[in-house]
């Protein structure tokens, strides 16, 4: 049996141990405390992060100053004077002027991989230097998956710059996003090419996620206004860019960038509402690059110029392609017809057919009807683009084609029934020699 007294001294021993415990636990507490505000001083927290970043992604990540660090209502950091530049290089191809990354309290306990807000403010991103750093990476054999972000995606003022045009301007603002999950997204910015700008704006509604190893659209609902240089439309539609492509977008075009259509057709100066489809499908195959299928439909015969454009590709480069347009009138900007190639303001038919390597290319085929008058035959693109290039001189185009007309006025003399051969060989005798015509002259 335990006596009175050892009853006594046990009891009191137990208050000493409290405060021992006490004393041990308010100790690690305090060096826990030390040691997480040593780690979580801005400068050292920057710091280790960026270098663990620059690793993981083999980018020399930089900062104009140390970051800020919240934990309150949750995780967040701001990186002031963010810069990213290849290994060997000295210029940097992304730099921005801070960025915002807050992350859930879920997340960091594992419970989670969503992120509550990026925000990039001011970003300056060179998309040669953003391609050579993807070419750098290794190849993903993972599904892509498209962060939560449930406070969104902000941009502002941001300058994308490509080879010999570049964005200014441009804001981006996604209020949430989810993996298959509806969103809304707005943006706006500035087209600079030359000393061209042109301003554009967009607002779309889309259920975009991961597809194998790219994205999917789904539900796509855009409407894109521009100015100068750029269309005003609306669209509709899907696509899929992952192991296959397929898309398909249908819509209708408010404006047409002008002068260069107005200089084909009047009637794109003003078009109304153009209607137009776009189809572009990618089949896979399991050596080579797979099929290749495009479509393009855009007018309204009834009301405006149209083109139709239906071209395929194999996996061994074959090209099978064929075009048909109808312009309201022939156009000013082309070498003007001889008298009584057909009269007014007659509709222009055009088509061609190409079939055959896209490289080197084989000559096309086309037709050129304008009321009774037919000019059929076959042509190179490089003589054309050379043609073109050089002012339309000289002033027959380099084709081998038949012409066939009920008249042809040449030097005052009226041809019947006219059936001409047009080659590009150089004349036998003089430079203006004509092409060889058959017909009945009448004065």
């Known amino acids: 049996m335990i006596d009175s007294d050892t ?82 290089e000295r210029k940097p191809f992304f730099s921005s002027k801070g960025v915002e990354l807050a992350v859930p309290w879920r997340t960091l306990r594992g419970k989670d991989d969503a992120v509550s807000r990026i925000a990039l403010k001011s970003p300056d991103i060179d998309l040669r230097g953003l391609q050579r750093w993807q070419a750098t990476q290794p190849p993903s054999t993972q599904p892509v998956k498209l962060p939560t972000l449930t406070h969104g ?59 194998g190893q790219g994205l999917r659209i789904d539900g796509l609902r855009l409407t894109f206004t521009g100015d100068g240089e750029l269309p005003s439309l609306t669209a509709t539609g899907h696509l899929l860019a992952s192991d296959a492509i397929d898309i398909a977008l249908n819509g209708q075009l408010q404006r047409i960038p002008v002068p260069w259509p107005a200089r084909l057709d009047s009637a794109f100066a003003k078009p109304g509402d153009t209607p137009y489809a776009v189809a572009l499908v990618h089949e896979p195959a399991a050596v080579g690059p797979g099929k290749w299928r495009l479509k393009i439909a855009l007018g309204d015969a009834k009301r405006q110029p149209t083109l139709n454009l239906n071209a395929h590709l194999d996996g061994e480069l074959m090209l099978d392609a064929g075009v048909n347009a109808q312009l309201s009138r022939w156009p000013d900007a082309w070498p003007g017809l001889p008298a009584g190639l057909g009269k007014g303001d007659l509709p222009v038919q055009f088509s ?31 003589d054309l683009r050379a043609w073109v290039r050089a002012g339309f001189t000289p002033m027959l185009p380099p084709v081998q084609a038949t012409l066939d007309t009920p008249a042809l006025a040449l030097g005052g003399v009226t041809l019947q029934g006219v059936h001409a051969q047009v080659s590009d060989d150089p004349p036998a005798s003089s430079p203006g020699a004509l092409p060889k015509a058959k017909g009945k002259p009448q004065p």
């Open 153 to 211: 995606l902000s941009i502002t003022d941001a300058t994308l710059r490509g080879a010999g045009w570049r964005i200014e301007r441009f804001d981006l603002d996604v209020p949430k996003l989810a993996d298959g999950k509806p969103a809304t997204y707005g943006a706006q910015g500035d087209l600079v090419r030359a000393r061209t700008i042109s301003h554009f704006a967009l607002q779309a509604n889309a259920d975009i996620a991961g597809a």
């Open 352 to 382: 061609a057919a190409y079939k055959g390597p896209i490289l080197p290319p084989a000559p096309f085929v086309f037709t050129l009807l304008r009321g009774d008058t037919r000019l059929q035959g076959q042509a190179k693109f490089d």
């Open 7 to 88: 009853a006594c001294v046990r009891r009191r021993r137990w208050p000493r141990r409290l405060a021992i415990i006490a004393a041990v636990f308010a100790a690690c507490v305090l060096v826990l405390v030390a040691v997480v505000a040593f780690f979580l001083q801005p400068a050292r927290l920057t710091t280790l992060l960026l270098s663990r970043a620059g690793t993981a992604m083999k980018l020399d990540l930089r900062t104009s100053g140390p970051g800020t660090f919240a934990l309150r209502p949750e995780v967040r950091l701001v990186l002031p004077g963010l810069s990213a530049t290849l290994p060997g």
